[in-house]
T-cell receptor, first 115, second 115 residues
């Protein structure tokens, strides 16, 4: 199956700083990438959808100026959490879908801890 | 909006036994796709099985099979010969094939396989 990687797998940052999370499709071209947030023992909450070369579409309630998403190439999307606060601490998961694909393939997730 | 309901927050099964996880959904669409994803303790989301709504035949993948009842809007997952590695959160997901192909996830069922 298709492989999606995320980096880093775990990051700790201080309140007020920014952190960038990368999502890469390793063996296919991801025309669409999705960013999710998951709280402990809860389901995945879609934050935004991005198409290569276009601006991301954010879900209602997600601050686009706080969660910056860039999908500059067919294999890479980045999520930057700006001016992080402790309440941003969570597990962030990306997924990717190629042209004509119906199935989403997920990355292994990134655990963000803001101190 | 579509809703996906998983009514069993937690389940357990003896190793080698069979277990069925339930999922119901609400939609007015006729053409859609259903998925079961597994999230083990590693947090990596793994596709288990996919069902196209236009197919009457239930999908199977080795020990995993579904019981798709379109009229009842039910999509249960049966795991046969349960193995310790099946211990995970299982999420049911609904997808309508439109622009964006957004997934709607259920709240998940935590399955524990007991040795």
């Amino acid at each position: 199956g298709a492989v999606v990687s995320q980096h880093p797998s775990w990051v700790i940052c201080k309140s007020g700083t920014s952190v960038k999370i990368e999502c890469r499709s390793l063996d296919f071209q991801a025309t669409t990438m999705f960013w999710y947030r998951q709280f402990p023992k809860q389901s995945l909450m879609l934050m935004a959808t991005s198409n290569e070369g276009s601006k991301a579409t954010y879900e209602q309630g997600v601050e686009k100026d706080k969660f910056l998403i860039n999908h500059a190439s067919l294999t890479l999307s980045t999520l930057t959490v700006t001016s992080a606060h402790p309440e941003d601490s969570s597990f962030y998961i990306c997924s990717a879908r190629g042209t004509g694909q119906l199935t989403k393939y997920f990355g292994p997730g990134t655990r963000l801890t803001v101190t | 909006a579509q809703t996906v309901t998983q009514s069993q927050p937690e389940m357990s099964v003896q190793e080698a036994e069979t277990v069925t996880l339930s999922c119901t959904y609400d939609t007015s669409e006729n053409n859609y796709y259903l998925f079961w994803y597994k999230q083990p303790p590693s947090r990596q989301m793994i596709l288990v099985i996919r069902q196209e709504a236009y197919k009457q035949q239930n999908a199977t993948e080795n020990r995993f099979s579904v019981n798709f009842q379109k009229a009842a809007k039910s999509f249960s997952l049966k795991i046969s010969d349960s193995q310790l590695g099946d211990t995970a959160m299982y999420f049911c997901a609904f997808m309508k094939p439109t622009v964006g192909n957004q997934f709607y996830f259920g709240t998940g069922t935590s399955l524990t396989v007991i040795p």
